[in-house]
């Protein structure tokens, strides 16, 4: 199969070859940092334990902001830099990043006043360079009128502001980065892990790696080390020898998808009863309901039976449903943990401190080491942080090569032939549920591979039919992935390739005969393998939430 010979052409690089950076970790800091640094003309490695966006990067909100809860704690400095972020994002992935507007109801006896909140959504549209609409002043009645499903019983009004949301799943977000890198040149694999690092006599760092499939182990070499691991980032630092003056601590973050609650394309924005923003966020043909924020120091973070019990009882709080939310509802849950940034020992702080802390980033380079580690970060600033880091390394004594741009969507020349290409196939051009047309989904989802993909329903219309009914996904991309994704497991393709998982029931999947046709495709003769591997696991997932 061609995916395997691509497996096995990059680990014979990783083996074989000398990088001028190697990346620990394939979440958002390291796919912005391979598709930066290759992009710039450094010969670059990445290696991912797992898959790539496994972790924290698959867990988010899908929410792409200037950070609004940051005006309270007087953060102005690090919400004028996020709306920047998030300004650049919508400019550049224009079909990708969209404005969403925020649909606020604010209960009598909040902590602040609502014209006050108000004023601060008037700051943050002009902290936005006025890139959004405008905010605007809600009464009960305007609510009631605009969003009956919100219960307005114990509402003093609100207010509706702007931000920006992922269309798609921010794991596929990530491997937008991810697939630039490997057009770029780099050596990126999945599911090898770096087990520890070294710095040899001659100066260069041999990372040891083990294959997660064969448990062939074997060293990585590179000039320069670059430690993108996320939550995992000081564990690596610590097997590595490397000493930090910052560290993480973990915030547990857990969201609920549940079939679509309100059919308009806004987010229901409440805070829910610990004070904190509460979301019912629109996913395609469902909604993703949270989130929770709790300490936590064990990972992975595992979702408890108290975390589902807020989440439903907030919800069915502040909705006038048919009928209350409970776990039967429920189709998927995410939960992920966001590290967050600290000066000095993660048990130094109390909990006050923890509760104000914020999501941004620091990069913390040892000249002396040619080590750079990732603290922090999130979807909204990955751009400065790829940015950042090639300058970091260029002060580490490797001159740039080139500088050519590393982001963005597609080329708009392939895109005008896709688009003729499609107008000439006898195929249903499909209008999706919050996700728009299947021609504008594949642009946006695969930018200039689009057009691959509508030569491969071109050559075989059969692939013009979707995986799983009433689901959006075709085969002609299943067909694409095998070849060009690195899928190894189901899991990658049901959850980060695609969100098939997260909006379309276990028991649907479990049925499909069109997901088997997919998983031939993806596996061919590991077919069966791979499929009794995902299902066991997660039928195992779903017995315990339900238990």
Same mark, same amino acid.
């Given at each position: 199969m061609k995916g395997e010979s691509q497996r096995q052409a990059i680990r014979q690089r990783l083996k074989t070859e000398t990088f001028d950076v190697a990346i620990i970790g394939g979440g958002i800091n390291g796919a912005v940092a391979v598709a930066a640094l290759s992009a710039a003309g450094y010969k670059v490695a990445l290696i991912e334990k797992k898959d790539f966006a496994s972790s924290t990067s698959q867990e988010s909100s899908n929410l792409v902001w200037?950070?609004?809860?940051?005006?309270?704690?007087?953060?102005?400095?690090?919400?004028?830099?996020?709306?920047?972020?998030?300004? %650049?994002?919508?400019? /550049?992935? $224009?079909?990708?990043?969209?404005?969403?507007?925020?649909?606020? @109801?604010?209960?009598?006896?909040?902590? !602040?006043?609502?014209? &006050?909140?108000?004023?601060?959504?008037?700051?943050?549209?002009?902290?936005? /360079?006025? !890139?959004?609409?405008?905010?605007?002043?809600?009464?009960?009645?305007?609510? %009631?009128?605009? %969003?009956?499903?919100?219960?307005?019983?114990?509402?003093?009004?609100? &207010?509706?502001?702007?931000d920006c949301f992922l269309k798609d799943n921010d794991a596929r977000?990530?491997?937008?980065?991810? +697939?630039?890198?490997?057009?770029?040149?780099?050596?990126?694999?999945?599911?090898?892990?770096?087990?520890?690092?070294?710095?040899?006599?001659?100066?260069?760092?041999?990372? %040891?790696?083990?294959?997660?499939?064969?448990?062939?182990?074997?060293?990585?070499?590179?000039?320069? &080390?670059? @430690?993108a691991g996320g939550p995992f980032?000081?564990?690596?630092? #610590?097997?590595?020898?490397?000493?930090?003056?910052?560290?993480?601590?973990?915030? !547990?973050?857990?969201?609920?998808?549940?079939?679509?609650?309100?059919?308009?394309?806004?987010?229901?924005?409440?805070?829910?009863?610990?004070?904190?923003?509460?979301?019912?966020?629109?996913?395609?043909?469902?909604?993703?309901?949270?989130?929770?924020?709790? +300490?936590?120091?064990?990972?992975?973070?595992?979702?408890?039976?108290?975390?589902? #019990?807020?989440?439903?009882? @907030?919800?069915?709080?502040?909705?006038?449903? $048919?009928?209350?939310?409970?776990?039967?509802?429920?189709?998927?849950?995410?939960?992920?943990?966001?590290?967050?940034?600290? +000066?000095?020992?993660?048990?130094?702080?109390? #909990?006050?401190?923890?509760?104000?802390?914020?999501?941004?980033?620091i990069l913390e380079c040892s000249r002396q080491d040619a080590h750079i580690s990732i603290f922090g970060g999130k979807l909204t600033d990955c751009l400065n942080i790829g940015r950042e880091l090639v300058d970091e390394v260029r002060g580490l004594g490797l001159p740039e090569a080139q500088r050519t741009i590393w982001y963005g969507e597609g080329d708009p020349a392939i895109e005008q032939q896709y688009r003729q290409l499609l107008s000439t196939l006898h195929w249903t051009d499909r209008e999706w549920m919050g996700e728009g047309r299947s021609s504008d989904r594949l642009w946006r989802l695969y930018g200039d591979d689009a057009l691959g993909i509508a030569e491969r329903i071109k050559a075989d219309p059969s692939l013009a039919e979707p995986v799983v009914a009433d689901a959006p996904v075709l085969m002609a991309e299943v067909a694409h992935m095998a070849d060009h994704e690195l899928i190894v497991d189901l899991e990658d393709f049901l959850r980060r390739r695609t969100r098939l998982s997260l909006v379309v029931r276990y028991e649907v999947l479990e049925q499909s005969a069109g997901l088997k046709k997919a998983a031939r495709i993806l596996f061919g003769p590991d077919m069966e393998t791979r499929w009794k591997a995902y299902f066991s696991k997660e039928q195992a997932k779903l017995q315990q939430s339900r238990a």
């Open positions: 200037g950070g609004i809860k940051y005006l309270e704690g007087y953060e102005f400095s690090l919400v004028w830099d996020l709306c920047r972020s998030r300004n %650049e994002l919508m400019r /550049r992935y $224009p079909h990708e990043v969209q404005e969403l507007r925020f649909f606020t @109801n604010l209960e009598r006896g909040f902590r !602040k006043p609502r014209i &006050l909140v108000f004023l601060g959504s008037l700051l943050y549209w002009f902290m936005g /360079r006025f !890139k959004t609409r405008p905010p605007r002043l809600l009464s009960r009645a305007t609510i %009631e009128r605009d %969003e009956p499903l919100v219960s307005t019983e114990k509402s003093q009004g609100g &207010l509706e502001y702007s977000f990530v491997f937008h980065f991810i +697939r630039r890198g490997l057009r770029a040149g780099a050596a990126v694999l999945n599911y090898i892990e770096a087990k520890a690092g070294r710095r040899e006599a001659d100066g260069l760092w041999s990372i %040891e790696c083990m294959d997660a499939g064969t448990s062939e182990i074997f060293p990585v070499r590179a000039r320069v &080390l670059i @430690n980032a000081d564990r690596f630092n #610590q097997a590595c020898g490397i000493g930090t003056v910052h560290q993480h601590i973990f915030s !547990k973050g857990v969201h609920l998808i549940v079939p679509r609650l309100n059919k308009s394309e806004r987010v229901l924005t409440f805070f829910a009863d610990d004070g904190r923003l509460f979301f019912v966020i629109p996913m395609g043909s469902c909604s993703c309901i949270g989130t929770t924020d709790t +300490r936590v120091t064990e990972l992975p973070a595992q979702v408890t039976d108290a975390d589902r #019990q807020f989440i439903l009882e @907030n919800i069915n709080k502040r909705l006038k449903l $048919p009928k209350p939310l409970t776990m039967a509802d429920v189709i998927a849950e995410r939960c992920g943990v966001r590290p967050l940034v600290i +000066r000095g020992n993660a048990g130094d702080f109390d #909990q006050e401190e923890w509760i104000n802390l914020s999501r941004k980033h």
